[in-house]
């Protein structure tokens, strides 16, 4: 997605894989420095503690405690959050309308707390079920502490999933239920039209969870959209560049299936 977008537009950059350690984390930071790399993506399991090693950490990112794009400006290296501005992105893209919509989040773990932090910003009224319910509760909070929110959290039980299914228009799940799997996170038998299913899941491209949504007559919108979204953010950042979200986007569309 990066390097057909620098190819895109003959720009100087290469995006590549490092597999990097725990205990390595604190070398590889500043290794970047050394190497006066200009940025970097940072992923499981590192998202939350490299906070600490960065001199500057965006205040939306703070809030969230958790840091997916770096950028070294002349030595100075300053912490982001793309994925919840990706995550918004891909609803304005479509013109939905987030003030007041009532939306369930299913998950309570990093990339939770990015939609989580994103819907709260724009006044949704959220609902949080977890398998582990004090998770939930702990964001629930802290949406409720930091940003006023309307906030609840229930355990994931399918007693709760009917109830909230059939409270809200739009869902999200966030957790990695259905990676990889034909596994859901909510029946089938609790979507229906007139709601907007989304999964942050990319890798298949259509969940089963979608498919079963798409069955019902429900919209859905698929991980791939958010992937390319916190892509294109991340590349503006270190390019300065305006970034050719569909060409970054059809490259993911490409390699997944
Ligand atoms: P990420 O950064 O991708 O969000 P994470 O912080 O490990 O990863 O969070 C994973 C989320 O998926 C959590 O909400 C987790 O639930 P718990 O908090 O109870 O662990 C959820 N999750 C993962 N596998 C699950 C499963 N098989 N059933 C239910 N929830 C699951």
């Known amino acids: 997605m990066h390097n057909t977008a620098y190819e895109t537009l003959h720009l100087d950059y290469l995006y590549v894989p490092f597999r990097v350690t725990k205990e390595q984390l604190p070398n590889a930071i500043r290794g ?10 940072v992923t499981i399991p590192h998202k939350a503690v490299v906070l600490t090693m960065l001199d500057q950490v965006d205040e ?40 007041g919509k009532r939306i369930l989040i299913i998950g309570a773990g990093g990339a939770a707390k990015a939609v989580a932090f994103a819907l709260a910003e ?27 929110a309307d906030a609840a959290a229930y355990s994931l039980e399918e007693s709760n999933l009917r ?19 034909a596994d859901t996170p909510i029946p089938a038998r609790y979507l229906r039209k007139n709601l907007l299913v989304y999964d942050i899941v990319y890798n298949p491209l259509r969940t089963q969870l979608l498919r079963e949504a798409e069955l019902k007559g429900a919209m859905t919108i698929c991980g791939a959209e958010m992937l390319a979204w916190q892509g294109a953010i991340a590349f503006e950042k270190w390019t300065g560049c305006k970034a050719p979200v569909e060409i970054m986007k059809n490259t993911i569309y490409n390699k997944l299936t």
């Open 32 to 41: 970047m420095r050394a190497l006066n790399m200009r940025g970097l993506n």
């Open 60 to 99: 939306r990112a703070g809030k969230i405690g958790a840091v997916n794009t770096i950028v070294n400006t002349n030595g100075i290296l300053s912490g982001f959050n793309t994925d919840a501005e990706g995550f918004m992105r891909t609803l304005v893209e479509k013109d939905i309308r987030i003030p």
């Open 122 to 148: 724009h006044k949704a009224r959220i609902m949080i079920i977890n398998r582990s319910q004090e998770k939930a509760a702990a964001l629930a909070k802290q949406l409720k502490d930091q940003l006023q």
């Open 163 to 181: 109830e909230a299914a059939a409270s809200v228009e739009m869902i999200v799940n966030t957790t990695s239920i259905g990676m990889g799997t």
